[in-house]
């Protein structure tokens, strides 16, 4: 285990949001190449200006916030109910592993917990906050618990989370939202996320039994 100011951090966490950060970055350098090409096949095959105002619309359109993400988990693992609401109400919620396993510094709040970031060889920073709220006023919603991230400061994400005994096992449902839009640029993070997102809960003593995800366009 490594400790983070004063929270632990799972080693195997550590080292799958290692990989998960390799292969966005791969996916991002490839998008890039097919994107190089791109424009320049068009600069081959077209008038310069009708090439250049395609290449500007196109540069344009991929860094342009249009897209939401929802979807829903369906997980299984063998802690009991009580546990399992306690996980996702820390500051290291099993829905996030990416999100605090390359974390430069992860703090444990009241009410959930942050996670600082640094980037541009330390010359910028941001940071996540995850807060977690609970009680008679969720139950009521059909949820256990709903976390809510933003980063600088803005709205990111929520999760609900349900929590129901199932014989010798205990479901959980894990539904999520964006609550902000994302451009096409940043498809290569979900992307690479899908890919090691079961090992992850693995890692975290859960089972993926189903989950569904949707890409949509931003609702006005």
Not at 144 to 150: A, M, N
Not at 173 to 187: D, G, H, M, Q
Not at 191 to 201: G, I, S
């Amino acid at each position: 285990m490594s400790a983070t100011a004063g929270v632990e951090v799972p080693d195997q966490i550590r080292t799958l949001t290692e990989r998960y950060t390799r292969t966005e970055r791969l996916l991002t350098l490839l998008v890039a190449a097919v994107a190089v090409i791109a424009v320049f096949g068009a600069f081959v095959v077209l008038p310069y200006f009708a090439a250049l105002g395609l290449s500007l619309a196109a540069i344009a359109l991929v860094r342009v916030p249009l897209l939401e993400t929802e979807g829903e988990l369906h997980l299984r693992t063998d802690a009991d109910p009580d546990a399992v609401r306690n996980e996702f109400a820390s500051a290291l919620p099993p829905a996030l592993p990416f999100q605090w396993g390359g974390a430069e510094t992860v703090r444990s709040t009241a009410d959930g917990g942050v996670y600082e970031y640094s980037y541009l060889f330390g010359r910028r920073s941001i940071t996540m906050a995850v807060t977690v709220r609970s009680g008679p006023e969720t139950r009521s919603a059909g949820a256990d618990c709903e976390i809510d991230v933003t980063a600088g400061g803005k709205p990111w994400g929520r999760y609900r989370v349900s929590v129901e005994e199932d014989g010798e096992n205990t479901a959980v449902v894990v539904a999520f939202e964006s609550t902000r839009r994302y451009a096409l640029n940043r498809l290569t993070q979900l992307v690479a996320a899908n890919r090691y997102q079961e090992e992850a809960y693995a890692a975290q003593g859960y089972t993926v039994v189903d989950r569904d995800w949707s890409l949509t366009l931003g609702r006005a």
